[in-house]
């Protein structure tokens, strides 16, 4: 089993800045993948941006590319989503994932999922 607990959201104005990190506890070091994904309400979960453990690939949805960076420490278990540039449709609730099996970055099928940190981007 891993634990997640995510941290960092909050309500900004539209250009700011928010990091959002994701620690992990458990099984953690058998790590694969960290993802985070975003909902808003009435719309399914969406992929935001993925790493592999090893830190030798990363995903992004489109319309964060250029905006949102994401990274990890492995010393501290943590998983981190820099985002720039807000925009108020970046609004959501961000959630954390990871995986301790092969898997897709993308995939929406990270077994692991932390309860969710709330991102208000106000115009």
Request: charged share 15%; proline share 3%; aromatic share 12%.
């Amino acid at each position: 089993q891993v634990q997640l607990v995510e941290s960092g959201g909050g309500r900004v104005q539209a250009g700011d800045s928010l990091r959002l990190s994701c620690a992990a506890s458990g099984r953690s070091f058998s790590l694969y993948a960290m993802g985070w994904f975003r909902q808003v309400p009435g719309k399914e979960r969406e992929f935001v941006a993925g790493i592999w453990w090893s830190g030798s690939s990363t995903s992004y949805l489109d319309s964060v590319k250029g905006r949102f960076t994401i990274s990890r420490d492995i010393v501290k278990n943590t998983a981190y989503l820099q985002m720039n540039s807000l925009k108020p449709e970046d609004t959501a609730v961000y959630y954390c994932a990871a995986s301790n099996q092969v898997l897709r970055l993308t995939s929406p099928n990270y077994p692991y999922w932390g309860q969710g940190t709330q991102v208000t981007v106000s115009s």
